[in-house]
Nanobody, 121 residues
Framework: VQLQASGGGLVQAGGSLRLSCAAS????????MAWFRQAPGKEREFVAA????????DYADSVKGRFAISRDNAKSTVDLQMNSLKPEDTAVYYC???????????????WGQGTLVTVSS
């Protein structure tokens, strides 16, 4: 599968951004989809994940209540709506996919190229 992330940019603290990831090459609707991020000098970390039809959602504590993941299986896209952004949300954001195995935060097989989000204070 190929994943193409977009939507990153520069935003002031308190603002919003919407990231989008377009998937191609396999039965997208059967995959778990997720967003991860990597800040400068830090390890990549889990942000959010969504199951086949959106019935299962998982969020990192640091973004819960501020970020929302969604997917459109007809368009093979997964979005991340990010609200109330903080400077500590600054990172390269990656979308990822894998065959669902019940583990939402680890061992993703396919990765997009990343899109940079910068939140100024």
């Amino acid at each position: 599968v190929q994943l193409q992330a977009s939507g990153g940019g520069l935003v002031q603290a308190g603002g919003s951004l919407r990231l989008s990831c377009a998937a191609s090459g396999r039965a997208f609707s059967r995959d778990a989809m997720a967003w991860f991020r990597q800040a400068p000098g830090k390890e990549r970390e889990f942000v959010a994940a969504i199951s086949w039809f959106g019935s299962i959602l998982d969020y990192a504590d640091s973004v819960k209540g501020r970020f929302a993941i969604s997917r459109d299986n007809a368009k093979s896209t997964v979005d991340l709506q990010m609200n109330s952004l903080k400077p500590e949300d600054t990172a390269v954001y990656y979308c990822a996919a894998k065959v669902i195995d019940g583990r939402w935060r680890v061992e993703y097989e396919y990765w997009g190229q990343g899109t940079l989000v910068t939140v100024s204070s």
